[in-house]
């Protein structure tokens, strides 16, 4: 039996509201020039207000189940990579869940922020291999709008709403995940970082102090984000026996052009083998490799046989690579 976990189906959805610079320049004080050179971003997808970010992810979810030819009955574990579930609990993955009347399986969140989509591919890897499951649901959603200061000019260009979605089965052949790897540093949660939880109830006073908004360092998280995936991308390429010049696409996480375009000089990896969305959606957090992934897929980038690496950072600090043959 083939030893390795692969990908069956994706899937992605986002919200029909889109959001532009020059809407941006009549709420703070930006310009339509300035996000597109230091971020690359013409435009992200806001959730209405009160919208469930539940109700997004399922509609990614049945994209991804769709494509994998696979029953929600036939799912064996829901595992949702989010920081912006509907609620603080239960998890959203139990919401989905019951949306997608996927009674058999078991569900629960991962909270990694933007390196939660591939944290959860690690986590589902392992179980395949382990547990005996048949098929493992791996969803990334985000609706960091809800969390954003809107007067901020340093975060609010940045982000955008989105779920992103992979059925995982069990290969036949040589394909699927040859690595996965993850990695932490704690030390640095304060360059990026929302305070409001339990150290910080809802109150007036938490509201009026923006303790419930995303606070960050931009500068230092740039320049940690182009190291740290870097990092991830050699070790991840290494475990699996290959290198730079094996990759025939790079997915890297969407947060800014600048930083993109540095993780591919750094890894020697041609602009044309770098698969490049942020333009259109913003950082989407979590949800912004597996929607560019399922675009790169149904797009035709990816052919049967490529190499396809995925490398994510984000708020812990964390960061996360995974290399696939499809
Ligand atoms: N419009 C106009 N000017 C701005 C804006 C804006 N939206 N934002 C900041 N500026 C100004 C700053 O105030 C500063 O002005 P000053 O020199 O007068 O003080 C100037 O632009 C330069 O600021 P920098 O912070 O040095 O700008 P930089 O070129 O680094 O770009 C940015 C800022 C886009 C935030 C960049 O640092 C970045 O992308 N960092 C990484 C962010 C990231 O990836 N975060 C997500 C991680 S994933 C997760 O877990 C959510």
Redesign the pocket.
């Given at each position: 039996m083939s030893p390795f976990t692969c990908v069956l189906g994706s899937g992605h959805a986002v919200p029909p509201r889109i959001l532009t610079n020059a809407e941006?320049e009549q709420m703070?004080?930006?310009?339509e020039e300035?996000?597109i050179e230091?971020?690359g971003i013409r435009q992200r997808h806001i959730a209405a207000p009160g919208s469930a970010l539940s109700d997004l992810a399922t509609q990614a979810a049945q994209q991804a189940l769709s494509a994998a030819e696979v029953a929600a009955a036939d799912i064996d574990m829901i595992i949702v990579a989010t920081?912006t579930g509907d609620m603080k609990f239960p998890a959203m993955a139990c919401l989905i869940q019951e949306k997608l009347q996927a009674d058999n399986a078991a569900a629960f969140d991962v909270s990694a922020?933007?390196?939660g989509f591939l944290y959860s591919l690690h986590l589902a890897d392992s179980l395949m291999r382990t547990s005996g499951y048949r098929h493992i649901l791996v969803i990334a959603a985000e609706m960091?709008s809800s969390m954003v200061n809107w007067q901020d000019?340093?975060?609010?260009?940045?982000?955008g709403d989105g779920a992103g979605a992979v059925v995982l089965g069990r290969s036949d052949g040589s394909n699927g995940l040859l690595s996965t790897y993850v990695k932490s540093d704690g030390r640095h949660h304060k360059l990026?970082f929302n305070p409001g939880g339990s150290q910080h109830p809802p109150s007036h006073e938490t509201i009026d102090n923006q303790l419930a908004t995303?606070n960050?360092a931009?500068?230092?998280?740039?320049r940690h984000?182009v190291v740290s995936m870097t990092d991830a991308l050699n070790a991840a390429l290494e475990q699996a026996g290959l290198t730079s010049a094996d990759i025939d696409l790079l997915i890297p996480?969407q947060?800014?052009i600048?930083?993109i375009e540095g993780i591919g000089k750094r890894c020697k990896i041609p602009a044309d083998k770098v698969y490049v969305n942020v333009d259109r959606y913003g950082?989407t957090?979590a949800a912004s490799v597996p929607i560019a992934l399922n675009e790169a897929w149904r797009g035709g980038r990816i052919s049967s046989g490529d190499i396809v690496a995925l490398v994510?950072?984000?708020?812990?600090?964390?960061w996360s690579a995974c290399i696939i043959r499809f």
């Open positions: 941006l703070v004080d930006t310009s300035w996000i230091r971020c920081v922020a933007c390196s960091l000019r340093n975060t609010c260009v940045l982000f990026l995303i960050m931009g500068r230092e998280v740039f984000a996480h947060a800014n600048r930083i950082n957090s994510t950072f984000g708020a812990g600090l964390t």
